[in-house]
């Protein structure tokens, strides 16, 4: 498996092992499975030495990983419920080694599969600690290495490349936003959320590094973290996952208004609305917090020194 061809060799092989497993409960099937469960389990530990041995180009790491996830699933029809988190920890030890070599494409896919992976635990399923381990290091091994994963079209897009990383990278902690969670905001922004903290954070080295377009950073905070939380949320949501969104959009709200883009703050507002609402009765309890972004107040405190704001948010608020 030194070369590129070597590692198509083995998916080749991989898959003829894999192209027939008996579907009965017989002792001869029980043995297939076995079997094939012991190769597939082998082929992703190579896979994660082989990336982890320096140089190569990104078509062979590439290539790991297509080797990878052929044996994962190979792995998963023959033990339908493995072990908790066995294929997790392998996953991420090949995300990690995906990362330190820096191609992109590779550790991407390997980080869509694990997530998707840590997706299939309900609380409870999981050993909460080792599902923790898993997903605050597989965001930490990301955020590390954003500079080297970024792969921006142009140089002057760098900055974007790397906020989009830090930000995809904090998707693996949106699996942490579970009641009781909740952090002790002890600095500036004050969230309580783990994610929404980081995502401040990502921000303000978006802005600190590189001349920052406060549009694209409010897009990604809708399209990367707002959207991946509606979606993947519990029905209804949790008291923490929907602070987690409120603060989210919080922060996407004070970046939409110091650009001067108040409409688009607007239908933030009513995104959080929406998303709350589902909760019922406890909804109420962000009430007063929901209006409070809905006040002129709001985007004037928050826009530049001496910009004009033309128009009140809500249409209800009256002149002034």
């Given at each position: 498996m030194d070369t590129w061809e070597e590692t198509e060799e083995l998916l080749t092989e991989l898959r003829e092992r894999?192209?027939?497993?008996?579907g009965d409960a017989s002792d001869a099937s029980q043995a297939s499975r076995l079997q094939k469960s012991q190769v597939c389990d082998r082929v992703l530990r190579i896979c994660v030495e082989r990336m982890a041995e320096p140089g190569g180009c990104p078509a062979h790491a590439t290539s790991l990983?297509?080797?990878?996830?052929?044996?994962?699933?190979g792995y998963l029809t023959a033990v339908p419920q493995p072990a908790p988190l066995y294929l997790e920890k392998i996953l991420y030890h090949l995300l990690r080694n995906a990362a330190s070599r820096g191609s992109g494409d590779a550790c991407w896919r390997?980080?869509?599969?694990?997530?998707?992976?840590?997706?299939?635990?309900r609380p409870g399923r999981a050993p909460s600690k080792d599902f923790t381990a898993i997903a605050y290091s597989s965001f930490s091994v990301l955020w590390r290495g954003a500079d080297a994963l970024a792969e921006p079209d142009q140089p002057q897009e760098e900055g974007r490349a790397v906020l989009s990383v830090r930000l995809r990278a904090l998707r693996f902690l949106l699996l942490l936003e579970e009641d009781g969670a909740?952090?002790?905001?002890?600095?500036?922004?004050?969230?309580?959320?783990?994610?929404?903290?980081?995502?401040?954070?990502?921000?303000?080295?978006?802005?600190?590094?590189?001349?920052?377009?406060?549009?694209?950073?409010?897009?990604?905070?809708?399209?990367?973290?707002?959207?991946?939380?509606?979606?993947?949320?519990t029905e209804p949501p949790t008291l923490q996952q929907s602070l987690c969104f409120f603060e989210l959009t919080l922060e996407q709200c004070r970046h939409l208004c110091m650009s001067g883009a108040?409409?688009?703050?607007?239908?933030?507002v009513k995104d959080v609305r929406v998303f709350l609402g589902t909760i019922g009765s406890s909804a109420k309890s962000f009430g007063d917090p929901v209006s409070l972004l809905e006040t002129r107040s709001w985007p004037r405190a928050l826009a530049p020194q001496g910009c004009p704001f033309p128009r009140p948010w809500?249409?209800?608020?009256?002149a002034g």
């Open positions: 894999l192209c027939c497993c008996p990983v297509s080797v990878a996830e052929e044996a994962c699933r390997v980080a869509d599969l694990l997530r998707a992976r840590l997706l299939t635990y909740a952090l002790l905001p002890l600095q500036p922004p004050f969230f309580t959320s783990q994610m929404a903290q980081q995502a401040a954070a990502a921000a303000a080295l978006y802005e600190a590094v590189w001349v920052p377009s406060l549009a694209f950073l409010s897009r990604q905070l809708g399209d990367c973290l707002l959207a991946a939380l509606r979606k993947e949320a108040y409409r688009e703050a607007e239908e933030a809500s249409s209800s608020s009256g």
